[in-house]
């Protein structure tokens, strides 16, 4: 299909799935969409290539030379973790838009019907199920978070289904569908060139819909990579993604908190960032090493000001890190004393 033909051809559903150094894994899960029990005349696959520097524009190449349904975009420059999918808001042609990660695949036998729920009820968000599974495709655990419903507005639904008091599980772009009209004309798009990408996107992209359901069926996989972001943030703690979480994501979340018109989920969202994300630092630098405290320092000196807009929500404890001259020395003794008591918790 010649691409003027296809710009203009309109889809019922697009996959969007951000590429970067995915070849481990990409054709499993470009395998998976072509599995997913759709005929490729209804649906495109729009690979968006943040630079990669291994096999997978070779890999994207390939598929695109197989499917005339699948497009590659390839960013000039590395854009980082948003990007890819604000490319692919921006660009696609289905009326409904499903965000798939290059290392996950789409699993179950509901797909079409799932599509066609959203269609026929012109839903702006359709919610469903994931399962947990390892590198040979074997479940480790299921997130049955969503039922059969009705249709209802983002803020019912959110009070319904999540409460106020875990407003931060939201997460997880890849577990819904969206209405692609929806997203675009509300303007939610995904913040770029940092982590936590999602904090903010995911309750604004539930509580300014008009029409949100969800299904009880299981959809997705998500493969626990001990490389991702999520896993290497447990692990290593770099200086720059506790940065990021604190002071970025937790920033964001904290400005939107200001946004939410129900009383009971604005104040559940602004605890979420004070507590959850500005207060929550401390305990990643007390895990990780010297050098990566000394850089998160740094960060923190670099964006004096973003730092010094925070503390007023900080609590009096994490406040004495950031005193002049004796900070670091607080933060130094603090780790030592929170890794001495969890050694001796070890030993017993």
């Known amino acids: 299909m010649e691409l003027d033909d296809y710009m203009k051809k309109a889809f019922l559903l ?7 150094n995915a070849e481990r ?16 005349d209804v649906y495109e696959v729009l690979c968006v290539d ?5 096999g997978t524009g ?25 990007a890819p999918r604000n490319t692919g808001i921006k660009l696609v042609n289905g009326r409904y838009l499903w965000f798939v990660d290059a290392d996950d695949v789409i699993v179950g036998q509901e797909i079409r019907m799932a599509v066609g729920k959203a269609d026929t009820q012109s839903l702006d968000v359709l919610c469903f199920n994931y399962c947990r599974v390892d590198d040979a495709g074997k479940v480790l655990s299921r997130s049955l978070v969503f039922g059969d419903t009705d249709v209802e507005n983002g803020y019912s639904f959110v009070k319904k289904v999540f409460g106020t008091s875990i407003v931060h599980h939201m ?15 509300n303007k939610i798009l995904f913040p770029e060139k940092v982590c936590w990408e999602d904090t903010v996107f995911m309750p604004k992209s539930l509580l300014d819909a008009k029409r949100v359901a969800s299904i009880s069926d299981v959809l997705y996989a ?23 979480f604190a002071f970025v994501a937790g920033g964001d979340l904290l400005r939107y908190s200001e946004e939410v018109e129900d009383d009971e989920l604005r104040k559940a969202f602004r605890e979420t960032a004070i507590h959850k994300y500005i207060n929550g630092f401390p305990i990643y630098l007390f895990r990780t090493d010297g ?3 000394r850089r998160f320092y740094s960060l923190v000196s670099e964006n004096k000001s973003v730092v010094d807009g925070m503390k007023r ?30 050694a001796e918790r070890q030993d017993v």
């Not at 697009?14 to 970067?20: N, T």
């Not at 470009?30 to 490729?40: Q, V």
């Not at 609590?315 to 670091?328: C, H, Y």
């Open 14 to 20: 697009s996959f969007v799935v951000p590429c970067y």
């Open 50 to 54: 943040d630079c990669s520097t291994d």
């Open 291 to 293: 050098k990566e405290r």
């Open 58 to 82: 070779e890999i994207l190449k390939r598929n695109e030379k197989s499917h005339n349904n699948l497009r590659v975009v390839t960013h000039e420059v590395n854009k980082g973790w948003g």
């Open 313 to 342: 929500n900080m609590n009096s404890f994490n406040k004495l890190f950031f005193l002049p001259f004796i900070g670091r020395f607080v933060m130094e003794c603090s780790t030592l004393a929170y890794k001495i008591k969890h």
């Open 25 to 40: 894994y990409l054709q499993r899960c470009l395998d998976s969409i072509y599995r997913c029990g759709l005929e490729e």
């Open 171 to 185: 997460g997880y772009v890849w577990r819904f569908l969206y209405r692609t009209e929806y997203l675009r004309n």
């Open 222 to 244: 998500y493969r626990v990579n001990v490389d991702s972001i999520s896993s290497t943030f447990g692990r290593v703690y770099p200086a720059k993604l506790i940065y990021e």
